[in-house]
């Protein structure tokens, strides 16, 4: 009797493995936009979880928004814990918790920045320069209390933007 050779073929194992590195082309992809999303999900979660505590503190001060660089909303944890970081992926700007608080416009509609929360912006508001914006004064009424993302790129959906502020206003 003659003894049968048991095993793969070096073709069968080469098929195998092109099969594998396709799905592994096609899932690699896949993988990494879950994760931009997942952080995009973060941000807006953490936009939802500040303007829920300048509500809250608008409520327990008869109508007024803090006017520092949202300290007040961390102080003894009363309204949050602290400033959540902003992660804004797919646009180069780094994860900060950088509060930049707007106080007033010049005549020319620019803004008036200053930093809070021991940080310097890469760039000032309206050019997108990652963190947050918070604008804090009476003065810029038509958005005084507004919180958003310091940011004009598109999202991951590929929302627009304005020339102010982008689609990151809308969460």
């Not at 899932?27 to 952080?39: E, G, Q, V």
């Not at 180069?92 to 509609?109: E, F, L, N």
């Not at 310097?120 to 038509?142: I, L, M, Q, R």
Request: aromatic share 10%.
């Amino acid at each position: 009797m003659k003894k049968v050779k048991q095993g793969f073929t070096l073709i069968e194992l080469m098929i195998v493995v092109a099969i594998i590195g396709i799905l592994a082309a096609i899932a690699i992809p896949k993988f990494a936009d879950l994760i931009n999303k997942s952080k995009e999900g973060a941000t807006k979660g953490a936009l939802s979880s500040v303007r829920s505590a300048l509500q809250v503190y608008y409520g327990d001060n008869e109508g007024w928004f803090p006017a520092d660089g949202l300290a007040i909303l961390v102080q003894n944890a009363k309204y949050i814990n602290e400033i959540p970081v902003a992660k804004l992926p797919t646009t180069g700007h780094s994860d900060s918790r950088v509060v930049v608080t707007v106080s007033s416009m010049t005549a020319a509609g620019a803004f008036d920045i200053t930093t809070a929360a021991g940080g310097t912006p890469e760039e000032p508001v309206g050019t997108g320069g990652g963190g947050w914006a918070y604008f804090n004064s009476p003065s810029v009424s038509s958005i005084w209390g507004s919180f958003m993302a310091n940011c004009i790129h598109e999202d991951i959906k590929s929302q627009g933007s304005d020339a102010v502020f982008g689609p990151w206003t809308t969460f």
